[in-house]
């Protein structure tokens, strides 16, 4: 389903899981983003109810690939805010944000 164009089957899916995990949760972020839907992703990011690492990279990759930079900046630092810590994968984010805006690549 994720990789469809059916975004609200997916969400069905996701919302018949009852309790999803966080593996559950950062597949449909991924979904959202990559289907355009990086407003509803955020919105899913903030009703999470643990949010590790990897949701938070999934968003801030995905609104970086739609276009949302200032987005993707604002999530990495309320990120921090609320201390989850980065690793390779938000950095190697964050570096290409920051390439894109001084050097546009």
Known sequence: YAKSEYLGAVRKVFYELGCPDVYSWTTMLSA???LGQ???ACQLLD???QR???PWNAVI???AANGYEDVAFYLFRRMHVL???HD???FAAVLSLCSSRIYGF
């Open 32 to 34: 959202c983003t990559k």
């Open 38 to 40: 990086v407003w509803y």
């Open 47 to 49: 009703e999470m109810p």
């Open 52 to 54: 590790d690492v990897a």
């Open 61 to 63: 990759t995905g609104c």
């Open 83 to 85: 201390g989850v810590r």
């Open 88 to 90: 390779n994968y938000t």
